[in-house]
């Protein structure tokens, strides 16, 4: 009877102890998060004023402009293809769609909305973010 007493004991203190050390190791854990986010917060300060270069107007319009088209160009083709393949003259050739590609071609559809929906919100942002606040009036006194 003394002897699982004691191994109760044993036990129980292994336990506290493991509960212990991974309570160490989740503060260890939690500090190097700390650090990372820490250091990844100064990177990205270091390098944004020569990104700061690539969102003039000469770069960022036409790359908005590639954007749209080739969200439209996606969009027109694959409803061109879902056309054609909805017409009678189609369906003796027609083969059962494999599932992968019904998938990608609905996740090209919602990339290229999704594309379509940033741009719009960054033509807002950009205007909200940089709109110069209206020039004074100056009034003549006679």
Known sequence: MKSTKGLELVTGTSVVL???QSLCTAVVAVNGIRVLIGVSALAASS???PLLEFH???IRIPMLVLAVVGSLVNLAVLGWIWHLRSKPEAKWRQQKIAPGQRRSERLQVAMALVTLVLVGVEIW???VVHRKPPAPQVTIQS
């Open 47 to 49: 390098i944004a004023a």
């Open 18 to 20: 493991a509960v212990l």
């Open 56 to 58: 003039k107007d000469a």
């Open 125 to 127: 942002a950009h205007g």
